[in-house]
């Protein structure tokens, strides 16, 4: 055999730029992780310029997290079906043009519309660009790749609290979307030159569940709908009961249909898996009370106080560092202690810190407690992706992946309408008795969390070594 055929019939060895792509990959999803918390220091200017309702104000937040975790694992399937560079680019070109339509926004509409089209591109990025991730690393490189991949939580919570302060006092908070136009188009350039052309499969080409999708996505935009008009119809009147039911029975239909379809969307079974379930509970917990507490936070500093979006985006800096210590405390220990104690103890740690501006309101109990509460809410993001991730084959683990990330953006959205509906007084600015209520609402739900993550969370496993 000549060298030429030895140098054909040879697997392909690993691409010798996928550390660079890793790198460009890596600020995309950081890019989709800040838009989260970014937004959250510049609501109150962007309520001020565009004389936003609250309800206009709150979908602002809920209705990006809220698309993104609808079409998230949608996404998933059309990188199946198409390939992962195509979804990529197409992902990052209509983040990058939804954010500049956001940025120009002069009307709530424009400014919703925006939102929903960055969740669109964030779904379409987000599992294409961690599809390429697994497939362009081997062995412990993919695990180092991997841990790179997990840390841009963290990292995005820290960033996006003081990226969005600096922007919002100094050019204006349509620099919190503009930002990620020059750093999009930059990022696709450079990975349509560097990406390989992998494409898919044809014989393995699932079929698309557009109506899976739609029934989810819906379900839930009802469902946080009824929780934003609970601000001002209140929470037993009947227009928040009828969208609630309707919630509910989209999600029963979603998942009679997941059942019957021959390509679902998601498996249902790995939900009644007690570590799956377990996992998406406390990624949807810990989301939500990230979110409920920036929310207050970034109202009552800058609303109550007076005080400016650089000086509020500085506040959160050790709320922000806090979350990453206890993510990065829970990693270390988790072997040992078990999910079931970290995961109890976490939420008892984040309710005692909610509490804290409960007893007193003022600035310093503000940030000590949701500096308290963030420790806990960082160790739970751990904690979940263990859990869940932990049991599940090889083979399913794509998919399970896929329903973590969806209940961390649902979190997002019920954490913002529900604090935005307990607090509305306090946010639009009539009084300070919502800021307490709202950090009532999340200690009382912390609490209920710790008991239930005692009764559902599974034991050490017997595997751990």
């Known amino acids: 055999m000549t060298h030429e055929a030895v140098r054909q019939t040879s697997p392909p060895g690993p691409h010798p730029a996928r550390w660079r792509i890793l790198g460009f990959l890596g600020v995309a999803q950081l890019m989709l992780i800040l838009d989260v918390t970014v937004v959250a220091i510049a609501l109150p200017h962007i309520e001020t310029d565009l004389g936003l309702s609250r309800e ?14 609808g079409l998230m694992l949608l996404g998933g399937r059309i990188t199946d079906l198409v390939g992962a560079k195509r979804v990529v680019l197409a992902g990052l070109l209509v983040f990058t043009l939804a954010s500049l339509v956001t940025g120009l926004a002069g009307s709530a509409d424009i400014l919703v519309g925006g939102r929903i089209a960055q969740g669109v591109g964030a779904a379409l990025l987000s599992p294409s660009a961690l599809s390429l991730v697994v497939s362009l690393f081997d062995a412990e490189e993919r695990n180092k790749a991997l841990g790179v991949w997990s840390a841009l939580g963290g990292t995005g919570a820290a960033l996006g609290v003081l990226l969005g302060g600096l922007l919002t006092a100094g ?12 750093i999009g188009l930059v990022i696709a350039v450079m990975l349509a030159v560097l990406l390989p052309a992998r494409p898919p499969v044809a014989a393995e080409r699932p079929r698309l569940d557009i109506l899976g999708a739609l029934l989810v996505t819906a379900s839930s935009a009802s469902l946080i709908y009824g929780l934003i008009a609970a601000g001002e119809q209140g929470w037993l009147s009947a227009l928040t009961g009828w969208l609630v039911l309707a919630a509910a029975v989209g999600y029963v239909l979603f998942v009679l249909w997941q059942r019957r379809t021959r390509s679902p969307l998601m498996d249902v079974r790995l939900l009644v898996r007690r570590p799956v379930a377990t996992g998406a509970f406390l990624i949807l917990m810990a989301t939500a009370l990230m979110i409920a507490v920036f929310f207050l936070g970034t109202f009552y500093f800058q609303h109550a106080l007076g005080y400016g979006a650089l000086q509020t985006g500085l506040l959160f ?4 560092l806090a979350t990453m210590l206890g993510a990065n405390l829970t990693g270390r220990v ?22 804290v501006p409960v007893v007193t309101l003022t600035p310093v109990s503000v940030v000590v ?6 420790a806990g809410t960082g160790a739970m993001f751990v904690i979940a992706s263990a859990t869940a991730l932990g049991q599940v084959a090889p083979h399913e683990a794509g998919i399970a992946s896929g329903i973590v990330s969806t209940f961390h953006e649902f979190g997002a959205s019920i954490g913002a309408a529900v604090v935005s509906s307990v607090a509305a007084a306090s946010l639009m600015g ?3 008795t919502g800021f307490t209520s709202g950090f009532i609402v999340a200690a009382v739900a912390a609490a209920v969390g710790a008991v239930a993550a005692a009764l559902v969370t599974p034991g050490r496993s017997t595997r751990q070594g």
């Open 369 to 374: 407690g949701v500096a308290v509460a963030a």
């Open 56 to 69: 206009a104000l709150t979908w602002t937040v809920s209705a990006y997290t809220l698309t993104f975790g």
């Open 334 to 355: 988790l072997g040992r202690w078990g999910a079931r104690a970290l995961a109890v103890a976490s939420l008892i740690v984040a309710a005692i810190g909610l509490a």
């Open 430 to 432: 009539t009084t300070l």
């Open 317 to 320: 800096l050790p709320v922000a």
């Open 171 to 182: 050019p204006g908070w349509s620099w919190v979307f503009y930002v990620n136009v020059p």
